[in-house]
């Protein structure tokens, strides 16, 4: 699975962003399928997943009731709806996908994307 991360940018606190994933292969709707999130200087850290029926999802606490995960198998594409973001949202997003029961660590994850930028203003 290849997977291509898109839909970052600049946006002032409060704002929105909607962050896109297209996979390739087959085998996508096999796939639970997360979000994470590196900012400079830190750690990689897990922002949401969501199962490979889209039926469950689940939030790292500082997202949660702000970012929405969701997946469409039909056109193999995961994404990351943004609301009310913050400065410290601030990082570049990854997408990646694994084949393991869902999971917010990031080494069980097999698949990644490029990752895109995420930059909130203050």
């Known amino acids: 699975v290849q997977l291509q991360a898109s839909g970052g940018g600049l946006v002032q606190a409060g704002g929105s962003l909607r962050l896109s994933c297209a996979a390739s292969g087959s085998t996508f709707s096999s796939y639970v399928m997360g979000w994470f999130r590196q900012a400079p200087g830190k750690e990689r850290e897990f922002v949401a997943a969501?199962?490979?029926?889209?039926?469950?999802?689940y939030y790292a606490d500082p997202v949660k009731g702000r970012f929405t995960i969701s997946r469409d198998n039909a056109k193999n594409t995961v994404s990351l709806q943004m609301n009310s973001l913050r400065p410290e949202d601030t990082a570049v997003y990854y997408c990646?996908?694994?084949?393991?029961?869902?999971?917010?660590?990031?080494?069980?994850?097999?698949?990644w994307g490029q990752g895109t930028q995420v930059t909130v203003s203050s």
């Open positions: 990646a996908g694994t084949p393991m029961p869902m999971t917010n660590r990031y080494r069980d994850y097999r698949y």
């Open positions: 969501v199962s490979w029926s889209g039926g469950s999802t």
